[in-house]
């Protein structure tokens, strides 16, 4: 009997060694089963965009979120059957273009930016006069001077001799100037006898006729021109926001939206196709020098959305102030009268005391401002303008900022900026564009240090870097801010303004998403955040600067999701 016993509890113990085997077999098993994941890159530069960390080789998104960073060894740690070899190419996280113009057009509209002189500019003009038909309205954006081997800008006379019988308004890169024909000056009652209209210029030519270059008011005519249908302008912004994918932006800030467009447009647009476009934030202008304070604040409180709302497809960004104009007029306001003319220094394009009030209403009421302001003066008006808000109703997380800063204020009022927390969104891309602009008009330190981007940051001013659309694609903006040449090759203000590419890229990223509270979400290459991510056909950090425009965009992924090949 006990010896029985004996057998059976001898059995019993093996038949529980044994399943304890077979566990730990199957917990082996399991351990050794690689996870799953929904895409994996590797073989490449991955730069994360993290200050002060190394670059990787590898990245693992599962869902639309990154799962991990790291080297080859993540590959033996997950599976997936969507395996992406580098081949040594850079993995960064998305471009996001913090201040850009994406805009929804109709048929009669002629994107002029990839025309290079004026002979080809009014044959295209003809095609369009042909393809609308006589009395038409034609409108159009994009050409620039500065690259026309003509050397000038097109006139009346040139848009006349193909468009007789159509009226057309053609706009400069910028915005800030356009030239229009005969037959849309006598629509708009303008001839050599009109008085200039307020913050803008009627230009004459020697025979003290107009000659049809209109400066910052080109509104006067193109409020004549018919609006577009819903579906056709839809259709537009859509189109025009596809197209930066293959620029590998994943992240876009519209500058001057209407409260209207907002709700009729942006956001039609956005339900229907999120998934496929780069995130937006839209940033409303509350138009205050057209409509004045009080309307101006009554059209906020109707429109009832503040900074913030919305999702991280689509939401409402900062509001919009206009304090001056631009360098294609030029009109920017300035502490010192121009180069080309001391006499002429600008002038506010709003009231100062309405500004304050707005800013006033706006930061008190939840939300974030982003300030147009190209002249010093212009800047050093608006920090004051900022500073007095904040002392009075302290923020310490505000992220007020200013867009474009470029002439360079004094070093104190930048150091004002740093205290405050003040940022800028920066275009060094307008380095390159509008040298001949800034050749023209500036002089001295104004000239070599125009668009600074280093002192700014050596004052410790957050920058992140943005195009305007002057051009889009944010690899001239990087070339400009690392090597500070012009288009013709000259350099500005040499090691000054000059950033690593390291910064380069950073604020081209990370900066942006800080910019507009984002930078939990997207900005790096880090486990949890979104896997907005972009292959470029070269490694930035490797190459020769005067090859940085040559670089290609392989890949575009928005939220895992490839979004654009090449």
């Known amino acids: ?20 085997v077979m566990i730990l077999m199957v917990v082996v098993s399991a351990c050794s089963e690689p996870e799953q994941a929904d895409m994996i890159l590797h073989n490449g530069v991955v730069f994360t965009s993290v200050e002060g960390a190394g670059l990787e080789t590898a990245v693992v998104v599962r869902g639309d979120k990154i799962v991990a960073v790291g080297g080859e060894d993540l590959l033996s740690r997950y599976a997936s059957s969507n395996t992406i070899d580098l081949k040594g190419r850079l993995l960064m996280a998305g471009f996001n273009d913090s201040h850009t113009h994406i805009r929804a057009q ?19 003009l003809a095609a369009k006069v042909a393809e609308m038909g006589p009395n038409e309205w034609i409108t159009g954006y994009g050409w620039s001077e500065d690259i026309f081997p003509e050397g000038r800008r097109p006139t009346r006379a040139d848009l006349d001799a193909v468009s007789p019988d159509n009226p057309v308004v053609l706009s400069r890169a910028g915005g800030h100037s356009a030239v229009a024909n005969t037959v849309a000056l006598n629509l708009g009652g303008l001839d050599e006898h009109s008085p200039d209209p307020e913050d803008g210029m009627l230009e004459k030519g020697e025979d003290g006729l107009l000659n049809g270059i209109i400066r910052e008011r080109q509104d006067i005519l193109l409020k004549f021109v018919p609006e577009g249908t819903p579906d056709e302008l839809a259709d537009s912004l859509e189109k025009n926001l596809r197209a930066n994918l293959a620029l590998g932006i994943t992240s876009v800030t519209d500058a001057t939206a209407s409260f209207q467009n907002y709700e009729m447009l942006w956001k039609r647009v956005y339900a229907r196709a999120a998934e496929t476009l780069p995130r937006a934030t839209v940033q409303v202008h509350p138009d205050l020098k057209s409509v004045g304070l009080d309307t101006a604040v009554a059209h906020l409180q109707a429109f009832g959305h503040k900074t913030g709302e919305g999702d991280d497809r689509l939401k409402i960004g900062p509001l919009k102030i206009y304090v001056d104009g631009g360098f294609t007029g030029p009109a920017a306001w300035t502490l010192e009268g121009y180069g080309s003319d001391p006499s002429y220094s600008g002038k506010a394009a709003v009231d100062m005391g309405e500004m304050y009030e707005l800013v006033k209403y706006g930061h008190n009421n939840g939300y974030q401002f982003g300030i147009h302001a190209i002249g010093d003066r212009a800047i050093v008006e608006a920090v004051g303008v900022l500073t007095r808000v904040l002392d009075e109703a302290p923020v310490k997380d505000h992220r007020h900022y200013l867009n474009h800063f470029t002439v360079m204020p004094p070093a104190e009022t930048m150091a004002t900026m740093a205290a405050y927390d003040i940022g800028i969104t920066q275009q060094p891309n307008f380095t390159y564009t509008l040298e001949g602009r800034y050749v023209e008009h500036l002089d001295g330190a104004r000239l ?3 668009n600074p981007v280093g002192t700014p940051m050596k004052h410790g001013v957050r920058v992140a870097l943005s195009s305007d659309i002057l051009p889009i694609g944010p690899l001239v903006g990087i070339y400009a801010a690392v090597t500070r040449k012009g288009m013709s090759g000259r350099v500005f203000a040499g090691e000054d303004e000059r950033i690593s590419m390291e910064q380069a890229l950073r604020a081209y990223t990370l900066g942006g998403a800080y910019q507009h509270r984002d930078e939990d979400i997207k900005g790096s290459v880090e486990v949890g955040k979104l896997a907005d991510l972009i292959v470029l056909s070269q490694n930035l950090l490797a190459i020769a600067p005067e090859h940085i425009m040559q670089t290609n965009v392989d890949y575009t992924i928005i939220g895992g999701r490839i979004v654009f090949r090449r």
């Open 106 to 124: 109709p048929g009669r509209f002629m994107d002029l930016t990839k025309i290079s002189s004026i002979a080809e500019l009014t044959s295209a």
């Open 1 to 20: 009997m006990l010896e029985n016993n004996r057998r059976l509890r001898s059995y019993l113990r093996g038949v529980v060694k044994l399943a304890q």
């Open 448 to 450: 070599e240090h125009n």
